[in-house]
């Protein structure tokens, strides 16, 4: 059982940065892939990012954070991060982290096996 649980949400103007934090338990962290996704209101699900396990390594956005979002993870303490820069309102949603045993990031929420409970981001304009 891996359990996950998001922090560093708010409200922002903007412009402004967020870093988003997982932080991950129950599992051997480094062997699989973190996903982040989000979901705004009356919309589905949708992937903004993903990074492999240490084995398959990689990192993968969708294009309309691409330049402005990095994930990064520290394996030693079971974390996963998302910096967000440049932030815009249509950012605004509650963003979820989610592991995928397989350890290739995918771009699906249905390939993701344990989901946080989310962090909800607010961009004001």
């Known amino acids: 059982q891996v359990q996950l649980v998001e922090s560093g949400g708010g409200l922002v103007q903007a412009g402004g940065s967020l870093r988003l934090s997982c932080a991950a338990s129950?599992?051997?962290?480094?062997?699989?892939?973190m996903g982040w996704f989000r979901q705004a209101p009356g919309k589905e699900r949708e992937f903004v990012g993903g990074i492999s396990s240490i084995t398959w390594r990689g990192t993968y956005y969708r294009n309309s954070v691409k330049g402005r979002f990095t994930i990064s993870r520290d394996n030693p303490k079971n974390m996963v991060y998302l910096q967000m820069n440049s932030l815009k309102p249509e950012d605004t949603a509650v963003y979820y982290c989610?592991?995928?045993?397989?350890?290739?990031?995918?771009?699906?929420?249905?390939?993701?096996?344990?989901w946080g409970q989310g962090t909800q981001v607010t961009v004001s304009s």
């Open positions: 989610a592991a995928d045993l397989r350890g290739s990031a995918s771009d699906s929420a249905g390939a993701y096996n344990y």
């Open positions: 129950g599992r051997t962290f480094s062997d699989y892939s």
